[in-house]
């Protein structure tokens, strides 16, 4: 019974065998981490622009390079489309559910952010977006 088996094995070792080389090859060529040097020049520009123009940045830098990497992630995905105006807007409201949820006076800090990260990731997209947030109401309305 032994015998009928045995030609079976190479089936089951050569897949196997694959599988393992493959395993290795994705971990050695694995770069999970947007920690690079150019995610790294970024976020220091991006901290030197919200400097310069008074506004709060992370003390740790890992925090922007990790969330922005090189690219500015979520924040430069489609900004200016009609569905980015539509998330953006959402996330204006007072946090009411149903018929309480009103928008609201949104700080001119936020907005400025908001264009200082594009400015810094994706600046092509920085005209569409300006556009879309020119009737937003702004005014000083967070507490320093």
């Known amino acids: 019974m ?15 065998a694959l599988i393992v080389v493959l395993a290795i090859i994705g971990l050695i060529t694995y770069s999970g981490a947007k ?3 150019e ?7 991006l901290t030197q622009k919200f400097d310069s123009a008074g ?8 925090i922007i390079t990790r969330s922005l990497g090189t ?17 953006l807007n959402d996330a204006i409201t007072n946090g009411a559910s149903q018929v309480g949820r009103r928008p609201v006076i949104i700080d001119r ?7 200082l990260i594009l400015d810094t990731y994706c600046p092509d997209k ?3 977006l ?5 009737g937003f109401k702004v005014d000083d309305t967070l507490k320093e």
């Open 109 to 115: 800090d936020v907005v400025r952010g908001e264009l």
């Open 126 to 128: 920085l005209p569409g």
């Open 71 to 87: 690219d500015g992630g979520a924040v430069c995905d489609n900004p200016g489309s009609s569905l980015g105006k539509a998330l």
């Open 35 to 37: 920690d690079d040097r």
């Open 130 to 134: 300006r556009d879309k947030i020119d």
């Open 2 to 16: 032994s015998d009928s088996h045995d030609g079976m094995r190479p089936v089951y070792w050569i897949p196997g």
């Open 39 to 45: 995610a790294q020049d970024k976020a220091a520009e």
């Open 55 to 62: 506004l709060p940045a992370p003390e740790d830098q890992d």
